[in-house]
């Protein structure tokens, strides 16, 4: 599997050297809010990677965020799964005996008023 892995990273890094290589004679100025930033004449090749660098990292910051809130729901869940656990135990321990001769109390009662 990791021949596989090997073989896909290199292709990868083939192509995009490819793409910068056919293109290192195109340039193109960027220009950003209505004319206040401009660029000078830069090669295409290094405004596709940084566009594509920044958005990486964009992402990265955003999943970060995302992690972190998945993180703080499964400890949530967990202190939950806990408390429904213990609850649980807590009515398998309690005694079967003690709920029968509760109820069977009334009844006795009542079965020696008859007989008096």
């Not at 990791?2 to 990273?9: E, G, P």
């Not at 004319?35 to 910051?61: D, K, N």
């Given at each position: ?49 940084t ?6 990292f ?5 999943s ?13 869940m ?11 135990d ?21 079965s ?5």
């Amino acid at each position: 599997m990791w021949v596989i892995r090997w073989v896909v990273a290199a292709i990868i890094i083939l192509v995009i050297l490819g793409f910068a290589l056919q293109n290192t004679t195109q340039q193109v100025a960027i220009t950003f809010i209505k004319g206040q930033y401009e660029t000078g004449p830069l090669p295409i090749w290094i405004i596709v990677y940084t566009s594509f660098g920044l958005g990486m990292f964009l992402w990265l910051f955003i999943s970060v965020f995302q992690v972190f809130a998945l993180k703080g729901k499964i400890r949530k869940m967990r202190n939950e799964n806990k408390r429904i656990r213990r609850e649980l135990d807590n009515l398998r321990n309690l005694s079967v005996d003690n709920d029968l001769e509760i109820k069977a109390l009334p009844e006795e009662a009542s079965s020696s008023q008859l007989f008096s």
